[in-house]
């Protein structure tokens, strides 16, 4: 079965360094998403990605962030200067169609736990 | 704006126990999608269901079953004959339903399942 991967599965880093979270949808779908977790509350939307171009984004997704999509398989989100209220679990997600009634749902990936230090 | 409340933020209950995890949503659409999600304690979100706005009929997947009232905006979630292996934390989730830039999905903050043996 088809499965959206994540690398690293657990990132540290100090205050101040850029990471990149990277992220393989599954092939043939065209919608992608970041989320993140902070650990023991909810998971919370911060970006998703369409036709190489951000298609909406949270309130939390502020010019620390990034997204690109370098190639055909990787989607990847950048933070450029971490700080310690990043430390969560990122989740990358994927669906083939969101809209109506061809809807499936969204397909996580197993998510990077990244600590700042 | 949309949002998913989950009053209940931590259950336990004893094997072979049923158990009710209770989920209200607010939303200005009209048609829409609601999810659940376990999380166990490795991290991963593993998807449930996915209901649609305009199916009422509830649903039943083994010792699952899902109560959908639209009059009430809940979606609740059945576990019949509680395992240890329910052990995890669950979410209620809400999408868009034709929204073409995005479909994010807004998490509630999880109930917390505890089945002791």
């Known amino acids: 079965e088809p499965e959206v991967t994540q690398t690293p599965s657990h990132q540290v880093t100090q205050m101040g360094q850029e990471v990149i979270l990277r992220c393989v949808p599954i092939?043939?779908?065209?919608?992608f998403y970041w989320y993140r977790q902070i650990l023991g509350q909810k998971v919370e939307f911060l970006v998703s990605f369409y036709n190489n171009e951000i298609s909406e984004k949270s309130e939390i997704f502020d010019d620390q962030f990034s997204v690109e999509r370098p190639d055909g398989s990787n989607f990847t989100l950048k933070i450029r200067s971490t700080k310690l209220e990043d430390s969560a679990m990122y989740f990358c997600a994927s669906i083939a169609n969101p809209g109506g009634r061809a809807y499936n749902e969204q397909f996580f990936g197993p998510g990077t736990r990244l600590t700042v230090l | 704006a949309q949002k998913v409340t989950q009053a209940q933020t931590e259950i336990s209950v004893v094997e072979k126990e049923d158990v009710t995890l209770d989920c209200v949503y607010e939303t200005r659409d009209t048609t829409y999608y609601l999810f659940w999600y376990k999380q166990p304690p490795s991290g991963e979100l593993v998807f449930l269901i996915r209901?649609?706005?305009?199916?009422?009929q509830n649903e039943i997947s083994g010792r699952y079953s899902w109560n959908f009232q639209k009059s009430t905006s809940s979606f609740n979630f059945t576990i019949t004959a509680s395992q240890v292996v329910d052990s995890a934390v669950y979410f209620c989730a809400l999408s868009d339903f034709d929204n073409n830039a995005g479909n994010m999905l807004t998490f509630g903050g999880g109930t917390r399942l505890m089945v002791k043996p």
């Open positions: 209901r649609n706005s305009f199916d009422e």
């Open positions: 092939s043939n779908h065209l919608y």
